[in-house]
């Protein structure tokens, strides 16, 4: 496995050990990776999928789409946070939380970040993150993905 696949790995946290697999023919230029151990089940994989879910769960990143497959995953890869970055529906929470404090009691510095070069992506936030939020939280309580009513 080259450097920069491990390297991933281990600035994702990825649980256990991953391994790169070469793509199937016509399999494009995507790299995949396969846990080197195997997740044991007694009778279905199904039994034991949630389980699975949730050890990878911390390291991938989600965003709700209107167009098949509905999900888009992201491996979310830093290196500053390590262990202690917050599950996605909470990073989004505090940004919020703190927008709305600014919002609120400075104005004015509201006004400016949205005047600056990171405008655009504040925009876009505020457009997209609070459905993306109530998915996530829905999803989290129920314990299983929860997708628009349109979409199901």
């Known amino acids: 496995m080259s450097s920069s696949i491990t390297s991933l790995g281990k600035n994702a946290h990825l649980p256990g050990r991953w391994v790169q697999v070469k793509p199937q023919e016509g399999g494009g230029s995507e790299t995949i990776l396969e846990q080197d151990r195997p997740f044991h089940y007694q009778h279905r994989p199904t039994d034991r999928i949630q389980e699975l879910f949730q050890t990878l769960r911390p ?19 830093d290196q500053t946070l390590g262990r ?19 919002t609120r009691y400075r104005p004015q510095h509201f006004d400016r970040f949205l005047e600056s070069k990171y405008g ?21 309580l129920l314990k299983r993905e929860v997708a628009p009513a349109g979409l199901a």
């Open 59 to 77: 390291a991938l990143w989600c965003a709700v789409t209107s167009a098949y497959p509905y999900r888009k995953y992201y491996l979310l890869a």
């Open 84 to 102: 202690k970055r917050l599950p996605q529906w909470a990073a989004i929470y505090v940004l919020f939380f703190y927008l709305s404090d600014l």
């Open 120 to 140: 655009p992506q504040i925009e876009s936030i505020l457009d997209e993150c609070p459905r993306q939020f109530l998915f996530l939280v829905a999803s989290e």
